[in-house]
């Protein structure tokens, strides 16, 4: 919907900057080194201007100017008359070509000791009175064409295009307009002709009449009279309907010069809205630009912190990992000696019950060979003590 009144009103976009060159401003970095180095060319052309007034009166300006900058312009005074006898009284080249290389380095000085001083350099602007040179049409002309490469700078190739085409566009308007002027006045230029060679043909009949009754004039008097107030009644009737036909001309002149002025209003209001649009979008854009600057230095500055706390648990990691290893080492070689001690354990356990095996083996054994041995005793003892009775 904002955008609606602009194409309404038919204005490009490229020409606005065009129309009223106040509201241009850089928008790049290589734009305002530009208009940089042409203002301070321009304030270098006006200084170079009021540096002969100020040598004039040297006396007048020393306190102000103070003793680097009154030795300078000194200094630049003798090289200005030494180059100015050489060149009344020719002599060597050479000498000539040094005391101007000196003199160039001293009025770059100059510039530069000024241009140190701004407040100096525009206090003298005011005080110092020059009078009208032809280096004051050189500095108007470098402004205007600063200006001129302000307007350029500024405009894009598409804004061009379309101021061009503009242009196009008022101009067949114009030659409309013109053309259609131009008929309306060749109109009226062709009426009053008809009409004078209309009135000079009545005038050519009345003289005839004239001239052919000359000798009835005292007898068609009357009629001589009639005719001549019919004639006239026919001319002003003739005359008050060219006036009529050049009023009503003026009138659709008037009217269609109403009509461009309302046109010309109405592209004048087109573009304000277009430039306040302008303003706003830009601002917007301003806008949107630092909150996005803003956000993606507090998201750097959160990836940053994450990072060191990463790498500060990276490092912790890899410490954690060779201490990691080395205790898995010591945990294997302990387990291995544990697996042999269990199985020396086992295989002494496995000793103890063969021999606790083999001692039962042996007592049982022993047991019974005792218990027999006591048996057989017995029974020779009770076989001996049968025979005795």
Request: hydrophobic fraction near 35%; charged fraction near 35%.
């Amino acid at each position: 919907k904002g955008m609606a009144t602009p194409r309404k009103a038919g204005i490009p976009l490229g020409v606005m900057k065009v129309l009223d060159p106040r509201q241009l401003k850089p928008d790049s970095t290589e734009t305002e080194r530009i208009l940089t180095v042409l203002d301070e060319t321009i304030v270098k052309l006006e200084i170079t201007r009021l540096i002969p007034q100020i040598i004039g009166s040297l006396e007048r300006y020393a306190r102000m100017l103070g003793p680097e900058i009154t030795s300078s312009l000194l200094e630049h005074q003798k090289l200005s008359m030494e180059i100015q006898h050489l060149l009344t009284s020719p002599g060597d080249e050479k000498t000539m070509r040094t005391v101007k290389k000196r003199l160039k380095c001293s009025l770059r000085n100059i510039l530069r000791l000024f241009l140190a001083n701004p407040l100096l350099y525009h206090g003298l602007k005011y005080e110092v009175r020059v009078r009208e040179s032809p280096a004051d049409v050189f500095i108007k002309a470098f402004m205007e064409f600063r200006d001129f490469m302000l307007e350029r700078l500024l405009t894009s190739p598409d804004e061009e295009k379309e101021k061009i085409q503009f242009m196009k566009d008022i101009s067949l308007r114009v030659e409309k307009n013109t053309e259609t002027i131009s008929a309306l006045r060749e109109e009226l230029a062709a009426v009053i002709q008809t009409r004078d060679e209309e009135v000079n043909k009545k005038d050519k009949t009345i003289k005839n009449l004239k001239s052919s009754m000359e000798g009835l004039a005292k007898d068609c008097k009357a009629d001589i009279q009639q005719i001549m107030k019919e004639g006239e009644k026919q001319q002003k009737e003739d005359e008050e309907a060219s006036q009529d036909m050049c009023a009503r001309l003026k009138q659709d002149i008037q009217h269609l010069g109403v009509q461009f002025n309302a046109l010309v209003l109405e592209h004048r209001a087109s573009e304000l809205v277009l430039r306040k649009e302008k303003c706003k979008a830009e601002k917007e854009i301003q806008k949107w630009v630092q909150k996005y600057d803003t956000d993606m230095t507090e998201k750097q500055t959160t990836y940053d912190e994450i990072q060191a706390v990463y790498n500060e648990e990276k490092d912790q990691l890899a410490l954690l990992m060779e201490k990691h290893a080395v205790l898995l080492q010591e945990y294997n070689e302990i387990e291995e000696e544990r697996r042999m001690l269990k199985e020396k354990e086992e295989e002494a356990a496995r000793e103890e019950a063969r021999r606790n095996d083999a001692a039962t083996c042996i007592q049982a054994f022993w047991k019974g060979y005792f218990v027999r041995s006591i048996y057989k005793s017995k029974l020779k003892k009770g076989k001996g003590k049968g025979k005795g009775k």
